[in-house]
Every structure is written in C-alpha cells, then in structure tokens.
C-alpha cells in the first residue's frame, strides 16, 4: 500500500514540476562570445540563476568600445504530460525583451533572429519586446532541450535579456496562452 501511495505522489509531483507553463528566467549560463555548439562547461561560462542578464554582464570581460557579445544557455525539460497537452495546439516561446542583435537556437537549429552583426558593427538594431515564437513540434524533444540566445550591443548600450515585461515572463507554453500577450495589446491599443 505504501508503495503505491510513494508512486501516486511521485507520479503528481512529477506532472507538476514539468506542466505547461515552463518557466524559462532561472538556471542560465553566460559566456562573453557567441557559442554556438559548447555547452557550458568550462570556467568561461558563468551560471546566472536568474534573468536579467544584466545581473551577470558587470561580471563579463568586453573589450572596450567594441560590440560586445554574449551567449545565455538554458536546458528545460518536456515531459509526456506538456506534449499530451499540445494535442490541438502547438509549443511556443516567449521571451519578453531582448537588446539588441539576437539570434534564438532551440535544440542548436535557429528559430529567430533581429538585427545584424557584419565585421563587428551592427549594421542593423534588433531590440524586440514581448517575441512570442510557434515552435515546430518536431524541433521540441521529450525530455532535455536547449535553447541558447546569442545577443550583442554596442559599447554603452543596454545588452540584456529580462526575466519580464509588463509582468509576463520568460516561458514555453501553449500557442494559444502565449499569444493572449499580443491580444492584450491590441484591446489597450
């Protein structure tokens, strides 16, 4: 009897850690270049335990008067409950502000960019606030995926990725929910 009690609570426990909505601001690890195939383990990589960047870019060596890169690397986990619960809808990403070029990998295939970087100058600004992304079924694994951000700024501007905007977070969740962020802008419009 006890045992399948043990098993009842490990088995709710277990839904409840890994359900939809997936918090995506705490557990990072920050380098000051764009990587895009380490993983983070080596001393160049710093472990943020929660967004903004901006609590660990002070911590990071940047060349001064340079566009400064960094890359913020993240593992989250899908459990069989989050894809059972995407049956009639679809995974989808939002991350509420980044400054200024990014590039979002997830599970190292590119699903969005803003802004251009050529020869160390940024030709093109990219800032964006409230990016909310489909994402392709296939590219989300049961189990472990990655996402990495590589962002960059000029010297003296704000390079930072934030935990929320308008008090909505970092976070993988339905389509459906995610995209009532842009619905809500569009009523205040």
């Known amino acids: 009897m006890k045992q399948i009690l043990l098993l009842i609570i490990i088995f709710f426990f277990n ?17 000051n270049r764009w990587v895009l195939e380490e993983t983070p383990k080596t001393s160049e990589w710093i472990t943020l335990e929660s967004l ?13 008067n340079e566009v400064r890169q960094l890359t913020a690397y993240k593992t989250f986990l899908i459990s069989d409950a989050d894809f059972k619960s995407v049956k009639n809808d679809a995974f989808s990403l939002h991350i509420p502000y ?12 590119e699903i969005s960019s803003a802004g251009e970087l050529e020869d160390s100058q940024i030709t093109r600004s990219g ?15 049961f189990g472990q995926n990655s ?19 308008n008090d909505i977070p970092a976070k993988i969740d ?5 995209q009532k962020i842009n619905e809500e802008y569009f009523t205040y419009m």
């Open 98 to 109: 980044i400054s200024n070029v990014y590039k979002i990998y997830l599970n190292e295939i």
């Open 174 to 178: 339905l389509a459906s929910e995610n």
């Open 52 to 64: 903004p960047l901006a609590n660990v870019t002070s911590k990071l060596d940047f060349s001064e």
């Open 127 to 141: 800032y964006r606030r409230h990016i909310i992304l489909r994402l392709d079924r296939d590219l989300i694994k």
């Open 147 to 165: 996402l990495r951000i590589l962002v960059a700024a000029e010297y003296g501007e704000e390079l930072n990725i934030y935990k929320l905007h």
């Open 15 to 31: 839904l409840s850690i890994h359900s939809l909505p997936i918090d995506l601001s705490d557990n990072w690890h920050v380098t």
